[in-house]
């Protein structure tokens, strides 16, 4: 129907992660956006600016069986299972496509909304519409789709993803749902993202639809449909289907900067505040004496300086030597896997650091954040390896 090799990402909050600003956005590209940093792309609000993207990557970890239950950190922020708000969060993501912690090398304020894309030539428009949706539960929606008909040979009565499916499928669409979407008009695609405004008395949602192109005129009884990107089964793909009918439309217009709140664009929460700290001295430096590629250094520098550390360990082991003679020697091994952490972001730093100013010898980085609070750790808990996620 429409391209979806190409990137397309509609930025719709930003926040403030390991004092750098990032973007989150809802993913309109192929199953998974080429995000590496280096990527030049357009971005496209009220005009076009062409930027970098830059390495951002923040910790998120999962704790199972705390007095609280499950609890997961994301970038210093834990959210426990006793925090239903919180915690339900994760149940629309599956059909929004989030695309978090987006950095960008220029130095640029992006006005939101805004589109992301490989393309110089997009238009967005923002249209006001009246839609009448052909879906009755949020199961029905997108990926949930894909979830529900992969639960439905396996699934259990008790298990948790049997409990979310019974979740998905009695929860009505309601407005502030956002829902990418695809339709063609006159003959001509394009892709956008639709978000439900307020329920009318006749069961039609007021809706905005953020799409790509001005030039795609949205008649009555356009009907917006969903290909969701997610397989059932390995080899087999979600087949689009019809998501709404347009009502009627109330007005089209090209973006305008949204106050939060008010439209699609949503106030996210700050990461977790890190000391930035000096790896000599361990003096705390405060984050204001810093512009904002020393902020993207001593951020690099905290994933890149543990690795560091251990392989001056490594080397100092007599039997290292020894051990490399044989492969599958447990030492030979972490020590291949720590020389391939250390190859990963050398090129991102670029023989950059950024020199304590108290002691001028060591380099400085980002100390520990916060921990879980001591509350939940009232009784052991397990904890899976921090595999920091990336995202460029
Ligand atoms: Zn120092």
């Not at 192929?30 to 910790?59: C, M, N, Y």
């Not at 998120?60 to 915690?87: H, I, L, M, V």
């Not at 428009?125 to 029905?140: I, K, M």
Request: net charge negative; with cysteine; hydrophobic share 35%.
């Amino acid at each position: 129907m429409t391209d979806h090799d190409g990137l397309l990402i509609l930025l719709t909050s930003r926040s403030h992660s390991r004092h750098q600003t990032v973007y989150h956005g809802i993913s309109l590209s192929g199953p998974e956006p080429k995000l590496d940093a280096g990527r030049r792309v357009w971005v496209h609000g009220q005009s076009a600016v062409e930027v970098e993207f830059a390495f951002h990557q923040i910790t998120t970890r999962r704790f199972s069986d705390t007095p609280r239950g499950c609890a997961y950190e994301e970038d210093g922020n834990f959210t426990f299972e006793d925090e239903p708000q919180k915690w339900r969060k994760s149940m629309p993501s599956c059909i929004t496509e989030p695309v978090n912690y987006l950095k960008f090398r220029d130095s640029v304020e992006i006005p939101l909304p805004a589109f992301v894309s490989d393309r110089r030539d997009l238009h967005p428009a923002a249209t006001n519409l009246v839609v009448n949706l052909c879906v009755s539960s949020v199961g029905e929606l997108g990926e949930a789709r894909a979830e529900l008909d992969s639960l439905q040979d396996t699934s259990l009565n008790h298990s948790p993803r049997a409990q979310a499916r019974k979740q998905l499928l009695a929860t009505s669409p309601s407005s502030g749902m956002v829902i990418p979407v695809e339709y063609i008009s006159r003959g001509h695609p394009d892709v956008g993202v639709l978000l439900l405004s307020e329920l009318r008395p006749d069961g039609c949602f007021r809706a905005i639809l953020y799409h790509t192109d001005t030039a795609a005129t949205i008649d009555m009884n356009t009907i917006l449909s969903r290909w969701p990107r997610r397989m059932i089964r390995i080899y087999e793909w979600q087949k689009p289907y019809d998501l709404a009918r347009v009502v009627s439309v109330l007005g089209s217009g090209p973006f305008t900067v949204e106050v939060p709140g008010t439209g699609i664009v949503g106030a996210c929460e700050d990461g977790a505040k890190f000391p930035i700290e000096c790896s000599a001295c361990g003096s705390i430096v405060p984050a204001a004496a810093f512009d904002r590629e020393q902020l993207s250094i001593i951020d690099l520098w905290s994933w890149y300086y543990p690795w560091l550390d251990e392989q001056t360990r490594l080397l100092e082991i007599p039997d290292l030597q020894d051990a490399e003679k044989s492969t599958t020697h447990p030492l030979f091994r972490r020590s291949r896997f720590v020389n391939e952490r250390i190859a990963f972001y050398e090129p991102l730093i670029r023989d950059r650091c950024v020199i304590c100013p108290n002691c001028g010898a060591g380099v400085l980085r980002l100390g520990d954040g916060p921990r879980v609070p001591k509350s939940a750790l009232a009784k052991p808990i397990t904890q899976t390896p921090s595999s920091g996620h990336r995202r460029s």
